[in-house]
């Protein structure tokens, strides 16, 4: 509310207050801006983005994983008469791009192979003393694998100490 400070006269004063509709309004720019990007979101066209790469200084520890599903028959992908990955099919992790693995196995042979590259490195401390001694998980997933694929195999290298994860995409031909 306005106040009126001074002068003889006891009139109503005709001022508009605009403090209350400026604060209305930028509760309401503020909504906006935190729902709008929320609601136009969408995770049925996800693609493994197509981007030029340059040399990666790959260590020999890091985890390579393989992300992609049955196809609609049911098939995995080398079986013969695969047809591609299914947005319905079955999930399909491989350890290492070549050891098929369920949600457990994954989590051991993940949590196992970071524990001996630990132990290798003298314990905890010591890897903590230098982070480039830490390995990374690198995941390829398909372009037709579901996220929830994608995010169940985050989780479990996650659960199992990799602190670090990422994704391998289609590198583009610089000529062409």
């Not at 106040?3 to 209305?24: F, Q, Y």
């Not at 309401?28 to 979101?41: D, G, Y």
């Not at 028959?73 to 050891?99: I, K, L, M």
């Not at 051991?108 to 998980?137: N, S, Y």
Request: glycine residues 8%; proline residues 7%.
């Amino acid at each position: 509310m306005a106040i009126s400070m001074g002068g003889d006269e006891e009139k109503p004063m005709s001022d508009i207050n605009t403090t209350p509709l400026v604060d209305v309004m930028l509760v309401l720019l503020i909504i906006f801006l935190i729902a709008v990007p929320v609601a136009i979101q969408t995770i049925d066209k996800l693609e493994i983005p197509i981007m030029e790469t340059v040399e990666s200084k790959d260590k020999v520890e890091n985890l390579l994983l393989t992300v992609s599903t049955t196809d609609a028959s049911g098939r995995s992908a080398g079986d013969p008469g695969f047809e591609g990955a299914s947005r319905e099919g079955e999930c399909r992790v491989y350890f290492n791009n070549t050891t098929p693995v369920d949600s457990k196995e994954l989590f051991d042979q993940a949590f196992e192979r970071l524990d001996t590259i630990v132990e290798r490195a003298g314990g905890p401390e010591m890897i903590m003393q230098d982070p480039e001694l830490i390995p990374q998980v690198h995941i390829r997933g398909d372009i037709n694998a579901p996220w929830r694929c994608v995010a169940g195999t985050i989780y479990n290298v996650q659960v199992a100490g990799y602190p670090t994860v990422g994704f391998i995409s289609n590198p583009v031909d610089p000529n062409g």
